[in-house]
């Protein structure tokens, strides 16, 4: 299981004014937060910089890294950000957030993973779009897979990300990452994944209670990887809670350190 | 109950197949197709949009309402001649170049329709000079434009300079929307209003066309 620490991204206002400010004793404080909590990687997220996205790349890895010894997601659609994040990165291996099987981004991302040995979010969808079906969706991953395979990068560095659309618009988008999970398994078993979740309870009531059964229902299915905010209590007891019933942990260790840490409070 | 109530009521509890019944029942009747709209279907959406806005009511149900309004407007449409119909209230819409997300555009779009407007739907990766020929193509008062990735926001400067350029600038007014999106960014690019979701789209366009 890989958590990857959401929390800083320049879409929160709070992270956008610390970009602003110069803050840097606040973004350390917010990834020393997420490691505490039992972030794996950290998210660094600055694309609401359209002016000086990779200025502002260079000065959250430079920021954290300072304080905290992680490894990072570098995270943007533009290349030149993902590279300047990536120069940067001192501890472990980074992660790229993310590639598609969109030509151009396909061109500009993957020598990028090759040159940096980065682990690689992929996303399902490529220049025609979002699939709307799962055979679509297969299809999209087969031809992604083959690309990124020919350029030699591990299965276990791939992580798909089925794209989680809104169950308030799409009345089977739940059912359909579940089911392109089971296909992505059965076809690649060794690659990972990666999604987030607030998009499945997008405009509804009791997010949490969504995103949370969510976590369990495609854990349940394979899913081993998620970006979200570590320092949401009830989610990473729900997710200890469901390793534990998977038998993914010995002698119930991890549960119970949960429960001692008050995960699971009322 | 009037006719006119229980319309509004079958549009705000998102029942399309009574919607489709009780409308034709009352053109059969002779009710002038403009008043169902106006007393009936939109003054269901009335009810709905308030309750949307404070939390009582979410997505999948202003949807459900929205396609019930649709039903209505199917067998209306046809019956009511040109001059009636929002000919000067029309919008164009459309996710901009380079990005492929519509969940939130054609929702837009069905709570613009659902508000009694004209929407041209473009679609998504709309260049800037589609946006332009659609504009001049349809006399559009209004331009809507949504974009999902940080990338392709700055797309939306391209079409509002490429309307300076083409002299339409100041015939129309530009809402703009999406989850990277911001006032501060609506400001900079020159846009006329940033909509945080669709149904302050739908009261904007609906200050912008009074």
Not at chain 1, 118 to 140: F, H, I, N, Q, S
Not at chain 2, 34 to 62: H, Q, R, W
Request: charge should be negative.
């Amino acid at each position: 299981m890989l958590i990857v620490g959401e929390l800083i991204n320049t879409s929160r206002k709070a992270i956008a004014e610390a970009v602003d400010n110069k803050d840097a004793e606040y973004i350390k404080k917010i990834a020393q937060e997420q490691v505490d909590s039992g972030a794996n990687y950290l998210d660094v997220n600055c694309g609401t910089q359209v002016f000086n996205e990779v200025e502002s790349m260079e000065w959250l890895v430079n920021a954290i890294q300072e304080l905290v010894q992680i490894p990072l997601c570098i995270d943007s659609p533009n290349p030149k950000a993902l590279a300047a994040g990536l120069a940067l990165c001192k501890y472990g291996q980074p992660m790229i957030n993310s590639i598609t099987d969109e030509k151009e981004r396909v061109k500009a991302v993957l020598p990028l993973a090759v040159q940096y040995k980065a682990k690689l979010v992929a996303l399902c969808m490529d220049d025609t779009g979002m699939p709307e079906t799962a055979a679509d969706r297969m299809r999209v991953v087969d031809s992604l897979y083959a690309k990124l395979s020919n350029q030699g990068i591990p299965d276990e560095d791939i992580y798909f990300d089925p794209l989680i659309k809104p169950i308030s618009s799409v009345d089977t988008a739940g059912e359909e990452v579940l089911g392109t999970i089971k296909g992505i398994k059965s076809t690649h078993p060794e690659v990972h994944f990666m999604c987030g979740l607030s998009n499945v309870s997008y405009g509804l009531p009791n997010r949490k209670v969504l995103n949370r059964l969510f976590v369990v229902q495609t854990m349940t299915l394979g899913m081993d990887g998620y970006i979200l905010n570590p320092t949401d209590k009830g989610m990473m007891g729900t997710i200890a809670a469901s390793k534990a019933l998977l038998g993914q942990d010995s002698f119930c260790v991890n549960y119970l350190k949960a429960h001692r840490e008050g995960l699971y409070a009322e | 109950m009037s006719e006119f109530a229980q319309l509004a009521q079958f549009v705000y509890k998102g029942a399309a197949p009574s919607v489709k019944e009780l409308t034709q029942k009352m053109v059969d009747s002779g009710t002038s197709p403009m008043e169902i709209i106006t007393n009936g279907l939109l003054a269901g959406m009335d009810i709905v949009s308030p309750k949307f806005k404070n939390g009582e009511m979410f997505v999948p149900e202003v949807m459900m309402s929205a396609r019930a309004l649709g039903e209505g407007m199917k067998i209306l449409k046809p019956l009511i001649s040109g001059e009636d119909v929002s000919v000067a209230k029309t919008i164009v819409i459309g996710t901009v170049s380079g990005d492929l997300h519509d969940i939130g555009k054609n929702l837009v779009v069905m709570i613009l329709e659902s508000g009694g407007f004209n929407v041209v739907d473009l679609g998504v990766d709309v260049s800037p000079a589609k946006f332009v020929a659609a504009v001049k193509e349809n006399n559009a008062q209004v331009v809507g434009m949504s974009a999902l990735l940080t990338t392709t926001m700055l797309n939306m400067k391209e079409t509002i300079d490429l309307m300076k350029e083409e002299g339409l600038r100041d015939q129309v007014k530009i809402m703009i929307g999406g989850a990277p999106v911001s006032q501060s960014f609506a400001d900079e690019i020159g846009a006329d209003a940033y909509c945080a979701d669709a149904m302050a789209a739908k009261d904007t366009a609906g200050k912008f066309l009074k």
